[in-house]
């Protein structure tokens, strides 16, 4: 096994946390290792306990070390849309070689020249993504490398993150002993392959349905256009069971996992199945029509709130409809229960990969095809380098800019290609 073709990702989830290993060949995706685990110490997508998030993570790690016998000491870490913003930037440049050729070193200065813009001392930029290259007043052009002109502009969407939040998932894979290869906003990598090139050029919604939290991202013009977060999730659904059911945490959640579904009217009353009643000796018998409205009452005020943050972020059309995906996305129904609610079309996604087919790995493997598609474009394979960098505020160009990324990795220097690969976040295919 040619180790130069895999990728390890890390989604930290607030209810559970996945470590999936991934070979790429000839583009196609083969998961050869899967760790996942009950989080302890993430509430609604934050940090709330490093050193129960660290053994977990560790716990995931050891979990899909053991399927491969493979040694993970570098992943892609994918971070949460919670607090994040997106922001139009412009860089302006002089092309610099004597023949006017854009070469790669032009592309590192018009991204630099992007960056230059204060952002405030509290928040870290996390991605940079093209929306358009500019080339003597030609515009919308995806690779300008290679074409001939005098001055060089970049139109780009510009992604930052609480600085407390990003550094406190840092210090989590640090402490768990890994290095970053990259990093990618969650819902960016996610939605970028769970939606299809129609959808995204179209206007669609992008909605993952995780344990702690919702997530939503809209694409547009096959960019990223809004992103928002909704405290509520799952584990609402399993609360809401546990306290009418009368019945523990976990019983409830396995309940909801076996019988549940979110759409009343096609729920079965002839399915019967036994509760244990918590500190009693009692059992009771339900039916799955009867928590079926327990669930979908709950899930009815979600994709309500679900629109308000639409309405809320300025998203007032889609015509390319709605996409579900994350651990939620499992329940029977949901499909049903959100167009009746949202009152357009939903389609749910599910990865189509030996070893991961359930809605809740879509981020994870998302963040591998977004790294490889990264690499292809580059030229470059997959482990070949573990290197972590975070992208510099203010005016200064990409470098490592706290204790934490430099002790992630101090001995890697970064050529001109690599720094520009960092920000082009799929925007060349």
């Known amino acids: 096994m040619n180790n130069q073709d895999i990728y390890i990702s890390l989604d930290i989830g607030s209810s559970s946390i996945k470590v999936l290993i991934g070979e790429v060949n000839n583009e196609q995706l083969h998961v050869i290792g899967v760790g996942n685990v009950k989080t302890n110490g993430v509430r609604k997508g934050a940090i ?20 491969t016998g493979i040694s993970i000491n570098q992943v892609v870490l ?16 002089a092309v610099n070689s004597e023949n006017r050729e854009i070469t790669d070193e032009d592309l590192e200065r018009v991204i630099e020249s992007a960056q230059v813009m204060s952002i405030p001392p509290e928040r870290e930029l996390v991605n940079l993504i093209p929306r358009q290259f500019i080339v003597d ?69 992008f909605i993952d349905l ?12 096959d960019l990223l256009t809004h992103t928002g977060v909704i405290p509520v999730g799952g584990d609402h659904v399993t609360k809401d069971l546990s306290i009418i059911l009368k019945t523990t945490t976990e019983q409830a959640e396995k309940i909801k996992k076996q019988y549940g579904h979110a759409f009343y009217e096609d729920a079965s009353e002839d399915e019967i199945f036994e509760v244990p009643v918590t500190g009693t000796d009692i059992v009771d018998q339900y039916n799955q029509k009867y928590i079926s409205e327990i669930i979908g009452v709950r899930l009815e005020e979600l994709f309500e709130l679900v629109l ?41 996604y599910t990865p189509d990969y030996i070893g991961v087919r359930e809605p809740l790995y879509t981020t994870a493997v998302g963040l591998i095809k977004y790294a490889n598609l990264e690499d292809e474009f580059y030229g470059r394979s997959g482990g070949s380098e573990s290197v972590y960098q975070t992208v510099g505020a203010g005016s200064t160009p990409p470098k490592k800019q706290s204790n934490t990324a430099e002790k992630l990795d101090n001995s890697n220097k970064t050529s001109v290609i690599n720094k520009a690969k960092k920000l082009f976040d799929k925007f060349f295919e």
């Not at 660290?54 to 053991?66: C, F, H, L, P, T």
């Not at 919670?82 to 440049?93: A, C, D, I």
């Not at 995780?210 to 013009?221: N, P, W």
């Open 78 to 93: 994918g971070i949460p849309a919670n607090q994040t913003t997106l922001q139009s930037v412009k860089g302006v440049v």
């Open 210 to 221: 995780g344990g702690g939290s919702t997530t939503i991202a809209v694409f547009e013009d």
């Open 308 to 348: 308000d943050k639409l309405a809320e972020m300025g998203v007032r059309d889609l015509p390319g409809g709605i996409v579900i995906s994350g651990g939620v996305a499992q329940l029977d129904g949901i499909a049903q229960l959100a167009r009746q609610v949202m009152q357009t079309r939903v389609r749910i």
């Open 137 to 205: 007043n030609l515009d919308e052009i995806k690779d300008p490398r290679g074409m001939i002109g005098i001055r060089l502009e970049m139109d780009a969407t510009m992604i930052t993150t609480s600085k407390t939040l990003l550094h406190n998932v840092l210090r989590c894979v640090e402490r768990a002993g890994l290095k970053i290869r990259e990093i990618y906003l969650q819902p960016l990598a996610a939605g970028y392959f769970a939606l299809t090139e129609d959808e995204k050029s179209q206007g669609t919604a």
């Open 48 to 67: 709330v306990d490093i050193d129960a998030t660290v053994q977990s993570i560790r716990k995931a790690v050891d979990e899909a070390e053991r399927m």
